[in-house]
Each structure stands twice: as structure tokens, then as C-alpha cells.
């Protein structure tokens, strides 16, 4: 039996940059409703602003259980499971306040999260809150 050795070059390590990049860039447009990919008549994707790319992370994001989804890291995403079984409304209220500011937060671009409002529905709940992106002068709401 022969002995084979390959040899091959490790590549270099390449550190993270300590300054994060907090630009808001284009990106594929999304329909909110729809759940789905913004298409043109020719069906190809169709591109956003980067103001409108960093509101569907928002939106994307207060949405997504934390841990949920592999592709994500850690910091991505809320812990609304949480809240599934807290009887007590405003305890709930707080609990869903705390862990999407804390979501959005973990975004360089994002400046303030605040205003929230929330509606019960029987055990459902309902909720709007304000977001402001840095160097922007508006806020947007997001409603979930």
C-alpha cells in the first residue's frame, strides 16, 4: 500500500473588522403580506432601497424566534415563546417590548426603538412600536 501525502496551503485567518459597516445597502424586495419575493413582469427580483431593505430586517426580525433558524446567528431574532404562557398581560407586554428592542438593537443602523402600543385580541396579542434607523430623520412603525 502507498503512503500519500497531499500537501496544501492553509489559508490566512481573516479577523472581523472592529468598526461594523452601517451603511444601508440595496437588497431583494420583499412583500411583507405576501411572504414572498417582490417580482418584476419578467419575473425577476426585484431590488430595494437600502432604507427599505433595513425596514424588512426589522420587520423580519421582530418576527423570528430567536434560535429558530440555523442560518442565523445567536443575536438574531426575538424570544416571544416566552411570552406564549405569561397570564399576566402587562408582564407580557413587557416581556415582548424587552426582547424586540433587544432584537433590533443588536443592529449598528439602528438608532432608537420605542412608542409601543399594544391590543389584545383574547390571548392574542397585537403590537406596533416605532424604529429609528441612524442618520434618518423618520421613524417607521412596525405592526405584528
Known amino acids: ?3 500519500i501525502e497531499e500537501e496544501f496551503d492553509v489559508p490566512d485567518f ?3 473588522e472592529d468598526e461594523y459597516d452601517t451603511q444601508y445597502k440595496r437588497s431583494m424586495k420583499w412583500d411583507v403580506e405576501k411572504g414572498d419575493f417582490v417580482c418584476d413582469g419578467a419575473n425577476r427580483i ?3 432601497t437600502g432604507y427599505e431593505a ?3 430586517w426589522c420587520f423580519k426580525t421582530a418576527q423570528t424566534e430567536r434560535y429558530s433558524c440555523l442560518a442565523y446567528p445567536e443575536d438574531i431574532g426575538t424570544e416571544m415563546e416566552m411570552v406564549v404562557g405569561e397570564d399576566d398581560h402587562d408582564i407580557a407586554e413587557s416581556m415582548v417590548e424587552r426582547t424586540v428592542t433587544d432584537a ?3 443592529n449598528p443602523r ?3 426603538v420605542s412608542d409601543f402600543e399594544f391590543e389584545w385580541d383574547g390571548d392574542e396579542l397585537h403590537f406596533t412600536c416605532q424604529v429609528k434607523g441612524i442618520e434618518w430623520e423618520d421613524v417607521f412603525q412596525i405592526s405584528i
Do not use: G
Open 1 to 3: 500500500m502507498a503512503d
Open 14 to 16: 481573516i479577523e472581523e
Open 46 to 48: 426585484m431590488e430595494s
Open 54 to 56: 433595513y425596514m424588512i
Open 104 to 106: 433590533l438593537m443588536v
Open 110 to 112: 439602528t438608532e432608537s
